[in-house]
């Protein structure tokens, strides 16, 4: 249940020193956290619409490995990692040409409408139990 985003790095992205502008990497990961629920096949706005709540960053804890540059070509995976009840977590990475930049475990929390938890979305469990980590995906 791995997702690839290939992105590629703007000037915009970028520094005074012509690297990728370190909190840039959080609005990649986020990119790449979205694509993955998309490719799963979850609308975050018909999600929320549904009642079945949205998803809240509650935690990241990130390892800046090597600098990304203007024009480079980069991935963003993102692989399920654990869940509770109203949790969720995923390990993300930036990479170039296979070699990890940056690399992230992101906690995510599902919340109603009135910003207390709730549970995690049953169709999103059910794809989570279709796809565990360790199944080699076709």
Request: glycine share 6%; charged share 20%.
């Amino acid at each position: 249940m791995t997702h690839t985003l290939p992105l590629r790095v703007y000037y915009e992205d970028t520094d005074l020193a012509g690297i990728v502008y370190y909190a840039n990497y959080l609005k990649f990961i986020e990119r790449g956290r979205s694509e993955w629920l998309r490719a799963l096949g979850f609308d975050q706005a018909a999600m929320k619409a549904a009642g079945d709540g949205v998803f809240a960053v509650r935690r990241v804890v990130a390892d800046y490995l090597a600098p990304a540059r203007f024009d480079d070509l980069l991935d963003v995976t993102t692989a399920y990692s654990s869940h509770k009840a109203a949790r969720l977590v995923l390990k993300q990475a930036v990479l170039r040409a296979g070699q990890p930049l940056f690399l992230a475990e992101v906690t995510l929390v599902c919340l109603a409408d009135t910003g207390r938890a709730q549970a995690l979305p049953k169709a999103l469990l059910h794809k989570i139990a279709e796809n565990p980590p360790n199944k080699p995906q076709v």
